[in-house]
């Protein structure tokens, strides 16, 4: 299996996150992590995307909220340059069939409250004609800038391996189907 974990990261939580969950997909097969500024080029022969990014403002980060993040990082030397993954989603090439999930950074309060950056992803990677094999995830910070709470690098790495599960059922199921038909 081919994955390829895509993060947005100002103060270092989503890039661990993002690590623990290519460590447990590399079990499977290649897996890697990208940041939202990498080019394009590495999404050929994918069977699993897995995006994810921090919660700001009830959502994706926005122009917006990426300066009071760079404000904010100032202090702690962090900064992802490039388009945020608001931007890197609509560059997106569409793309039929492949395996995909999206998992945010975020206070662990209430989703009305606080939003989640992982649901707007789902949504657009699904209207990009990936299939999502699991449901949005939370993985939660602390306070704004961090640190993750304890055991969530964990918890990431047990969401990684539902997520190979799940690529690997569909693809049996189409093998199957394959050899049926």
């Known amino acids: 299996m081919r994955s390829v974990v895509v993060c947005e990261s100002w103060f270092g939580n989503t890039r661990q996150v993002a690590q623990a969950i290519a460590d447990q997909l590399a079990r499977h097969g290649e897996a890697r992590v990208v940041s939202v ?3 394009l080029d590495y999404l050929e022969g994918l069977d699993l995307l897995v995006v994810g990014a921090p919660t700001h403002v009830h959502g994706m980060s926005s122009a917006t909220s990426r300066r009071s993040a760079i404000e904010q990082a100032k202090e702690t030397g962090e900064r992802e340059p490039g388009p945020g993954v608001r931007g890197w ?3 997106l090439p569409r793309a039929e069939g492949c395996a995909a999930a999206a998992f945010d950074t975020r206070l662990e309060k209430s ?3 606080v939003g989640s950056a992982a649901k707007g992803i ?3 990677l699904g209207r990009r004609g990936f ?3 699991a449901p949005a995830e939370s993985f939660f ?3 704004t800038g961090g640190p993750l709470e304890d055991g969530e690098l964990a918890r990431a790495a047990e969401w990684a391996e539902t997520l190979a599960a799940a690529v690997s059922a569909t693809a049996a199921r189409a093998l199957a189907g394959a050899a049926a038909g």
């Open 111 to 113: 989703v009305l409250l």
């Open 37 to 39: 500024a990498d080019d």
């Open 122 to 124: 789902a949504k657009r």
């Open 141 to 143: 910070v602390l306070d």
């Open 89 to 91: 989603l609509q560059e």
């Open 131 to 133: 299939e999502l094999v």
